[in-house]
């Protein structure tokens, strides 16, 4: 299984600008999981989505960031415009429904982002 | 609310020795207790999963212990290496949350000297 997969790895950008990160799950993982890491506020959960709909998206800190699942195979984490205060490490996770899992979590090697 | 904690946030140990990081929790209604390690620029990797029901689990050179009761997980690492040097969080599940959705401490940093 190759895993959680995430892209850009690293992302540099100007602060106003659009960033979009990107997460594929592990195939048949019914829960994808975004995160955020910083040094002041450890891991954040963002948002989830279960069966491609957001559950819960009480985690995402204005109206600057959306994501959406549109398939089962890929969610997008999008911030618009970017600011300097952003700059983190952006994860994504994914997880089988709990009646076939244990509620284990497997996350992607995350997204470094850098608002300048 | 829920709140993890892990002290000490860093550690230092010659090689060869035992390794025990501690994790307390405040609201003992869990549903698992997760322990992830991280290495410098790289994602959560799981290391053991300690479902409520249970007292500990082991994997290789690695035990976590969890007393609910009193609101504690212990992750043991046997005889140290170099390798093990990286940062370790644990993770909570509440029952009273939706599935997945974990509350993380800080981490423990753990440099294994040579």
């Known amino acids: 299984d190759a895993g959680v997969i995430q892209s850009p790895r690293h992302e540099v950008t100007e602060m106003g600008q659009e960033v979009t990160l990107r997460c594929k799950p592990i195939s048949g993982h019914d829960y994808l999981f975004w995160y955020r890491q910083t040094m002041m506020r450890g891991l954040e959960l963002l948002i989830y989505?279960?069966?491609?709909?957001?559950?819960?998206d009480s985690g995402m800190p204005e109206d600057r960031f959306s994501a959406k699942m549109p398939n089962a195979s890929f969610s997008t984490l999008k911030i618009q415009p970017s600011e300097p205060r952003d700059s983190a490490v952006y994860f994504c996770a994914s997880t089988p429904q709990g009646s076939l899992g244990t509620g284990e979590l497997f996350f992607g090697e995350g997204s470094r982002l850098t608002v300048l | 609310k829920q709140e993890v904690t892990q002290i000490p946030a860093a550690l230092s140990v010659p090689e060869g020795e035992n390794l025990v990081l501690n994790c307390s929790f405040t609201?003992?209604?869990?549903?698992?207790l997760q322990w992830f390690r991280q290495d410098p620029g790289k994602g959560l990797t799981s290391l053991l999963l300690i479902q409520s029901s249970q007292r500990e689990q082991t994997s290789g050179r690695l035990n976590a212990s969890l007393d609910k009761s009193s609101g504690r997980s212990t992750l043991y690492i046997a005889a140290s290496q170099p390798g093990d040097s990286a940062t370790y969080l644990c993770a909570v599940l509440m029952t009273t949350d939706s599935w997945g959705k974990l509350q993380f401490g800080a981490g423990t940093q753990v440099v294994v000297t040579p």
């Open positions: 989505f279960n069966n491609n709909v957001p559950i819960d």
């Open positions: 609201d003992s209604a869990i549903y698992n």
